[in-house]
Nanobody, 133 residues
Framework: QVQLVESGGGLVQPGGSLRLSCAAS????????IAWFRQAPGKEREAVSC????????YYGGSVKGRFTIYRDNSKNTVYLQMNSLKPEDTDVYYC??????????????????????????WGQGTQVTVSS
């Protein structure tokens, strides 16, 4: 059974940094992807970033590109989301998810798409990120 456990959320001042972790278990190979979504109350989940564990392809949403970095440690089945230059509008509950694909960023940009919530069938419990002074 595949499970995801997130950690690393918290309170940070604007301009600060946080690193989220998503530890996966239950996989027997690296043929999977991890995506990060975020959700504010009353809003739909927004794709933040994703990474393919097999080939390292990554995607970043437009609002976080250049500030967030996603990377993986295959030996630990863990994905990290390094969030720098945080803004108050980054305040959300962040979820990691798996069961869906992560194509290269150029694929999403060419077709004007983003990872979609319905593509992923296993979710972590969520971790709160609050950016406030």
């Amino acid at each position: 059974q595949v499970q995801l456990v997130e950690s690393g959320g918290g309170l940070v001042q604007p301009g600060g940094s946080l690193r989220l972790s998503c530890a996966a278990s239950g996989f027997t190979s690296d043929d999977y992807a991890i995506a990060w979504f975020r959700q504010a109350p009353g809003k739909e989940r927004e794709a933040v970033s994703c990474i393919s564990m097999s080939d390292g392809s990554t995607y970043y949403g437009g609002s976080v590109k250049g500030r967030f970095t996603i990377y993986r440690d295959n030996s630990k089945n863990t994905v990290y989301l390094q969030m720098n230059s945080l803004k108050p509008e980054d305040t959300d509950v962040y979820y990691c998810a798996t069961g869906g694909p992560c194509y290269s960023g150029s694929y999403y940009y060419i077709f004007g798409q983003a990872p979609a919530q319905y593509e992923y069938d296993t979710w972590g419990q969520g971790t709160q990120v609050t950016v406030s002074s």
